[in-house]
């Protein structure tokens, strides 16, 4: 094979590589959401990569990450589905519960208010009007008390719908490791990552970032897409709270603190918005100590 038509295969072959890396972040993304996220950028992250350097090592580098990303997302994402699956048989379970409860209750309360007709249909009313205002008021005391009854074991069964179902809601979302807004890993999985670290000896070298100014929705999706370009896959990013960013580095305290004055300029200045505004932010980067996370 002449080498001009080598090269042009091999080319090929790199694009359709890269093609197929972009394909898959996205299907991994929109398969499942709340897991596949952080997977989505790590690997946009590898992609972003080898579009500068697709030497042979890099590439053999990249088929083990993407291999590896795989085989993690697989497991949290079939995790997350049974967690999801148990959680919402759960509430299934106890809403059935409630449920029989309510209407055992409506049972009562019914019987409850049959026998009050058949008391008032059977009573034999005095014709004095004074006596007559004395038993038609017991019937109507009798009659509010029951409705007042009916009324806050009502509101009690629904109260306790609502606090079931927030709870198993609270429950699914604890298991969730991507951050809607910008798919980074949210603060919950940073933590947990930490953690892991932490108990493996390893202190973890952590870079955070604050922004300060016109930070809204918008902008945070564009600075979580600038900061995720200038990070390697392997290294975690996290939307940290509403305006802050934190990256658990992969490498010495050094390199990360070398990287944090690299990135700063990068991330700051003006981002132009979808509806033709422009948006003025300013960040603070600096290496985070290893006890952020108590």
């Known amino acids: 094979m002449p080498d001009d038509t080598h090269l042009q295969a091999l080319h090929a072959a790199v694009n359709c590589y890269l093609s197929t890396l ?9 398969a499942c959401p709340e897991i596949g996220g952080i997977y989505k950028h790590r690997l946009g992250r590898l992609r972003t990569r080898l579009a500068f350097d697709s030497s042979t090592p890099a590439l053999e580098e990249s088929c083990a990450a993407v291999a590896e990303a795989l085989r993690e997302y697989a497991q949290r994402a079939s995790g997350y589905v049974a967690r999801h699956r148990l959680e919402l048989n759960a509430a299934v379970a106890s809403i059935q519960e409630i449920v029989k409860s309510l209407a055992q209750r409506q049972d009562f309360y019914s019987a409850r208010l049959r026998q009050f007709a058949a008391q008032m249909e059977a009573t034999r009313y005095p014709t004095d009007a004074e006596a007559l205002q004395e038993v038609v008021a017991l019937q109507v005391a009798g009659l509010l008390s029951c409705v007042e009854s009916m009324t806050h ?52 070298v952590l870079l955070h970032f604050q922004l300060t100014g016109e930070v809204n929705d918008e902008v945070m999706k ?21 305006a802050e960013f934190m990256v658990l580095f992969q490498g010495p305290p050094e390199i990360a603190h070398m990287r944090v004055e ?13 509806n033709g505004d422009t948006a003025q932010v300013s960040v603070e980067g600096r290496l985070a100590p290893a006890e952020v996370v108590a």
């Open 153 to 204: 074991e009502a509101q009690s069964l629904a109260t306790r719908m609502n606090h079931e179902l927030a709870s198993v809601e609270l429950r699914v979302r604890e298991a969730e490791v991507t951050d809607p807004l910008t798919g980074l890993m949210n603060r919950r999985e940073m933590e947990r990552q930490i953690e892991s670290r932490k108990a493996a000896g390893n202190p973890p």
């Open 22 to 30: 972009g394909a898959m972040g996205d299907c991994i993304g929109d």
């Open 222 to 242: 564009q600075v979580a897409t600038r900061l995720g370009s200038h990070f390697r896959h392997k290294d975690f990013i996290a939307r940290w709270t509403n």
């Open 262 to 274: 690299q990135i700063v300029p990068w991330i700051s200045g003006r981002y132009l918005l979808d």
